[in-house]
């Protein structure tokens, strides 16, 4: 594994162990040459599985999007690292079990705002903003209105009050 320091063609593995959910081998490496030490990531892969966008236009699928996005939309909440991870290696072998080597990108989102509805409301509802790209308050009324009948302490408040 080439030494994202310097450069150098060869670094040595110094420990290896798997991540808590098991779906990832974490192994920490260190540079020979300039003494760098960094943290790669072994994954399996199932099969290559391309992206096909509203458009039509394809691209090569990337997981860490699906984690990007994901962490974006749970920016400052009280969500650890893990979740989030477990929650985007789900959607991947989802996707992967699926079969398909083409993958709707409105299928990927629906899968992402599925995860997010279970971790927290809150990242969802950022995350369905943009997904749902809402152009005018009342769109965004009628989908808060649908939220409200996931979150049983909001009926509940409701009802109450």
Same mark, same amino acid.
């Given at each position: ?17 798997? !991540?808590?959910?098991? &779906? ?8 020979? #040459?300039?003494?760098?030490?960094? !943290? ?9 599985? !391309?992206?096909? %966008? #509203?458009?039509? $236009?394809? +691209?090569?699928?990337?997981?860490? %999007? ?20 477990? =929650? &985007?290696?789900?959607?991947?072998? +989802?996707?992967? =079990?699926?079969?398909?080597?083409? @993958? ?6 629906? $899968?992402?705002?599925? #995860? *997010? &509805? +279970? @971790? ?11 997904? %749902?790209?809402? $152009? ?13 009948? *996931?979150?049983?302490? &909001? ?7």
């Amino acid at each position: 594994m080439r030494c994202p320091f310097c450069s150098h063609d060869d670094s040595q593995v110094k420990d290896s162990r798997p !991540t808590d959910d098991n &779906a990832a081998i974490r192994r920490r490496r260190v540079c020979p #040459a300039c003494g760098g030490r960094f !943290t790669t990531f072994e994954r399996v892969q199932l099969r290559d599985m !391309t992206v096909v %966008k #509203a458009g039509g $236009r394809r +691209q090569v699928f990337d997981r860490d %999007k699906i984690l990007r996005s994901m962490q974006v939309a749970l920016r400052k909440r009280p969500v650890p690292i893990e979740d989030i991870e477990r =929650a &985007a290696s789900g959607i991947v072998r +989802q996707l992967e =079990a699926g079969g398909e080597a083409d @993958i709707p990108s409105v299928l990927i989102g629906e $899968r992402v705002m599925k #995860a *997010l &509805a +279970q @971790i927290d409301l809150v990242g969802y509802i950022r995350y369905a903003s943009v997904y %749902k790209d809402f $152009r005018k308050p009342g769109d965004f009324n009628e989908f808060l209105d649908e939220v409200k009948s *996931l979150d049983p302490a &909001a009926s509940s408040a409701e009802n109450t009050g």
